[in-house]
């Protein structure tokens, strides 16, 4: 379980607990990235490894540092859920067992019609992401900006070498997967609106990312398209990271 934190210390226990309570033959790795609250130790009070980031990488970053650390402590799959009581652990299994035929799998709010509220322009703002992504991807996403997601080790291992670092790094990261070649399941779980603390975005950063993803995606696919140049060099491959038998 890989749970990105910025300043979560009053939701964290009762996401810890509850997680430990529903799947805990799992191990957990709060990432936590330059708070202020004492996030890290209510998040080691409650029974969590934590990784604790010497200032703010944002999201992404964190992320990425969760992913290289279940490379490197040889997980076969990861979690990844939000520190806010948005997800809820007992759809983890679900997710884990999705892994079975997806390297990638995404919880979506919206595959089936639940109750999750999400206001009109924001809803108007969701459908635009999920049409450029269709047009971007030519598959139908449901929830491109979920957080709540599992992965499988070779997903993991791509997301460990390159992760998108900029806010709203969801879209993105599914859009890149997706060219990758992974195979990306969704399925559908019950959120919540988060339980209390502060939500990571305001309205003008929302916006300005929204934009900026918009273009991000784009000019993705276009170079994409391009053909690759004859002498390119081929990536290293992570190969020399073993495999491993157990999850994060
Ligand atoms: N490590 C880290 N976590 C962050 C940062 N910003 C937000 N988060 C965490 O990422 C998760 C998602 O953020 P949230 O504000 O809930 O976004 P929303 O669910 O899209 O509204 C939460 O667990 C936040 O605590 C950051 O800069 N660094
Ligand atoms: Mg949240």
Redesign the pocket.
Known sequence: MI??????ASTLPSVLDSLHAAVPEYAVVV????STDGTADVARAHGSAVLV?PF????G??LRTGFRYAVQQDFDAAVQL???G?HDPTMIPKLIAALDGADFVVGSRFATKNSYEVGLTRRKAMQLLEFSMRVLSGRTFTDT?S?FRAFGRPVLEYFARSYPSE?MESVEALLAANYAGFRIAEVPVQMHQ?AG?????MRFKLIYHYVRVMFTMFTRASRRRAPAPENRTVEATGAELSEGGQSA
């Open positions: 749970i990105p934190a910025l300043n979560e990432v936590d990235d330059g980031l703010n990488l944002g999201i970053g964190a939000d520190a806010d948005q900006s957080g806010y988060r603390g502060t939500p990571s975005a």
